[in-house]
């Protein structure tokens, strides 16, 4: 894949969060306690979950600790989320500009580790960005809430 079209999958990955998050900020405290049957969760642990696991995708891809940690098991604000987006957004430009150099091994607990796993993670990433950003979105319309528009058509025309 060429590198501008990685680097557009992760600046789309990017604004797509902090969208989401956005949007997010504007809803009562009690809807971010919301879920739906179906969908990974309520709206704020989903978003936590996504940018956690953000988190420890770069942090096997440039061996950095995140500014912010986010943890599943911590509780966070969507201020804090927002920050932490902003900041992997930038570790993702980083590690996209150097894909090619990159050469990492995903070690695995009781399974043989990974080679050349770097890759995969940048599809993990990409995928799992819009899997939970689909969950939160799916809670938004069952519950007849606005949802934000998150596609690629929408990402191209700002």
Not at 24 to 49: F, N, S, Y
Not at 63 to 86: C, K
Not at 120 to 146: P, S, W, Y
Request: net charge negative.
């Amino acid at each position: 894949m060429p590198m501008d079209a990685l680097r557009t999958l992760f600046r789309h990955h990017a604004w797509a969060t902090l969208r989401l998050i956005d949007h997010c900020e504007g809803l009562p405290a009690e809807r971010l306690k919301e879920t739906v049957p179906g969908t990974a969760g309520p709206i704020l642990a989903t978003l936590v979950h996504l940018l956690a696991a953000d988190q420890r995708y770069l942090r096997h891809m440039d061996d950095q600790a995140a500014v912010r940690r986010i943890h599943e098991s911590e509780p966070a604000t969507l201020v804090e989320l927002r920050a932490a987006m902003q900041a992997q957004a930038a570790r993702w430009d980083a590690l996209v500009g150097r894909a090619d150099e990159l050469d990492v091994t995903l070690p695995r607990h009781q399974d043989p580790d990974i080679p050349h796993a770097q890759n995969l993670l940048f599809l993990q990433a990409i995928h799992h960005g819009n899997d939970h950003r689909t969950h939160v979105c799916t809670i938004l319309g069952a519950l007849d809430l606005e949802v934000p528009d998150l596609s690629g058509w929408a990402y191209w025309s700002v």
